[in-house]
Nanobody, 116 residues
């Protein structure tokens, strides 16, 4: 089992930046991919950025060029730095981890609100 805890969300002004952190615990040795998703009220959860099982990175078009995902798998951590934040970035951001068996794990989410 893997448990994920996100942190770093909060209220920021448009154009600001945030660095989100996700820490995994439990069977972190089984993790082969970690990434970030977000869900705005009334909308489906969507990919923001992720490392794949082949250690590639995938970014949503909406955040390309202003977001960076990084990792420290030895510590079970993945980070998301978002710059030039826009009101449409407002959402609950969730960390996701995939195990070698294809099981997905989700964190509880951290709220990001971009507003003046």
């Amino acid at each position: 089992q893997v448990q994920l805890v996100e942190s770093g969300g909060g209220l920021v002004q448009p154009g600001g930046s945030l660095r989100l952190s996700c820490t995994a615990s439990g069977s972190i040795f089984s993790i082969n991919a970690m990434g970030w998703y977000r869900q705005a009220p009334g909308k489906q959860r969507e990919l923001v950025a992720t490392f794949t099982t082949r250690n590639n990175t995938i970014y949503a078009d909406s955040v390309k060029g202003r977001s960076t995902i990084s990792r420290d798998y030895a510590k079970g951590r993945v980070y998301l730095e978002m710059n030039s934040l826009k009101p449409e970035d407002t959402a609950v951001y969730y960390c996701k981890a995939n195990s070698e068996l294809g099981v997905g794990y989700w964190g509880q989410g951290t709220q990001v609100t971009v507003s003046s």
